[in-house]
């Protein structure tokens, strides 16, 4: 096929365009890396102000760059990334800011859970267990249940989809669960949930002998005075 020198050209400049976009692509993902970077470093010397500023602005440009780049690898980055605002938030008492983020986290796991319904299934039972935790510190003990079940529910599914490979997660999930309700003042109800994790860590050291199993079993065994 003969070209002429407008189609070379047209076909010069959208060449030079996806270079371009391409090269701001790679430049925005270093920009929302270096933010990313510096709350680390801020926070590991105790300047959570700096941390949470420089966080929200490498969050902002991860969600620039997801949506164009819409990977699995950079939803986990995401993830990440909006989980560390989270736990910045936590440490300065911005409860609904933490809320927020734990929320955010949750939607863009959702929006992907049947590409990856392990890991961003434990992803929403993990952040679910953290709202419960904030709303704890709030008293807001309805909501707070709400929370916690839905957590334990999330990471039970990861567990049943990962061919029943997250056990050492749900007892940890039903733990979490019993001190919710023993913080609460609803002690019969934890027991049931740490009686519920005892079983099934029981039930796992007597089939692998795994030192988690066999670690869990007596943390639950003092908390029930099984001694």
Do not use: W
Not at 2 to 13: G, H, R, V
Not at 128 to 153: F, P, S, T, W
């Amino acid at each position: 096929m003969f070209l002429t020198a407008d189609s070379l050209f047209k076909m010069a400049i959208s060449s030079t365009m996806r270079n371009a976009k391409t090269g701001l692509l790679q430049y925005a993902q270093l920009q929302a890396m270096a933010m990313s970077e510096l709350s680390l470093l801020h926070a590991a010397i105790g300047e959570y102000k700096m941390a949470a500023g420089f966080g929200v602005d490498g969050v902002n440009v991860t969600k620039s760059v997801y949506t164009v780049l819409q990977t699995r690898e950079y939803l986990y980055t995401l993830i990440n990334r909006i989980n560390h605002q989270a736990t910045i938030y936590n440490i300065l008492k911005e409860d609904d800011k933490k809320l927020a983020c734990l929320e955010e986290s949750i939607h863009y796991a959702k929006a992907k859970l049947e590409e990856a319904p392990v890991d961003l299934g434990l992803m929403i039972g993990k952040c679910y267990m953290n709202i419960g935790a904030c709303l704890d510190e709030q008293k807001a003990v309805l909501k707070a249940d709400a929370a916690y079940e839905k957590g334990l529910e999330a990471i039970a599914q990861a567990h049943k989809t990962s061919q029943y490979t997250l056990l050492d997660e749900v007892i940890k999930g039903y733990m979490k669960v019993g001190y919710h309700y023993q913080g609460s003042g609803r002690a019969d109800i934890a027991k049931s949930y740490f009686a519920i994790a005892y079983e099934k860590a029981s039930l796992a050291y007597d089939e692998s002998e795994a030192i988690v199993y066999k670690n869990l079993m007596e943390q639950l065994a003092e908390i029930l005075q099984l001694h």
